[in-house]
């Protein structure tokens, strides 16, 4: 099949533990189909796409994808297989972690992120999510610039974990209420494409927690 090296580049990719566990690998996508992703982003009118949105935020009820905000879809049949029970299973079976694929929908979308945008510290169970996937690739790489990994909410960047931002690179995670991370801003335009792996109405373990943090 068109898309089956995608399963074993997870397979082969190291898990990384420090803060938590993590997988951050290079070279995750053959360049034809980076290139799908890369056309993608670029056929979006991002004014729009920041105005409208919130129109296409589906929820779980809907079938197990949500619409890429605006873009061509020429990478549809690639996110299609991202974001398959297939390639679920296997990111599951690298975390050793067993949730069942029937409380799960998937929620993915291109990002971009402007030179002097960050995002502040937090963890994604908050919005429900089990897992994530992103891919990126910036017109160059850096050794920064990619997500902050952290021990705890408002860790200083400079003791954090933070990943390099390379062309085809990918990072995954399974979200937890301890899994901090952030968005150092700086000089660089980030472009992405990112999925989340999320728990259906009801189905969150943390969901105490989860209403104890916005509580705070």
Known sequence: MEFDYIIDNIRNAKVFTV??????????????????????????????????????????????WVRDYFSAESSKNLKDFLSSKEVFDEIQNKFDVDKNWENIWVKRMFKRDDPGHGDY????????SHMVLQIFFPDQSYNEFGTVLQKYEE?????????????????MFVNTPTTWHAVKPGNRLRKSYIQRFLYKEGHNPYHEQKLIQLAG
């Open 19 to 64: 803060p938590w566990p993590y997988i951050n690998t290079t070279d995750f996508l053959k360049i034809e189909h980076l290139q799908l992703l890369i056309d993608d982003w670029h056929s979006i009118d991002w004014k729009l796409h920041e105005e409208k949105k919130e129109e296409y935020i589906r929820s779980w009820e809907e079938p197990n």
């Open 121 to 128: 510290s937090h963890t994604d169970v908050t919005v429900d």
């Open 155 to 171: 860790e200083s960047f400079e003791t954090a974990v933070e990943l390099p931002m390379q062309i085809n690179s990918v990072t």
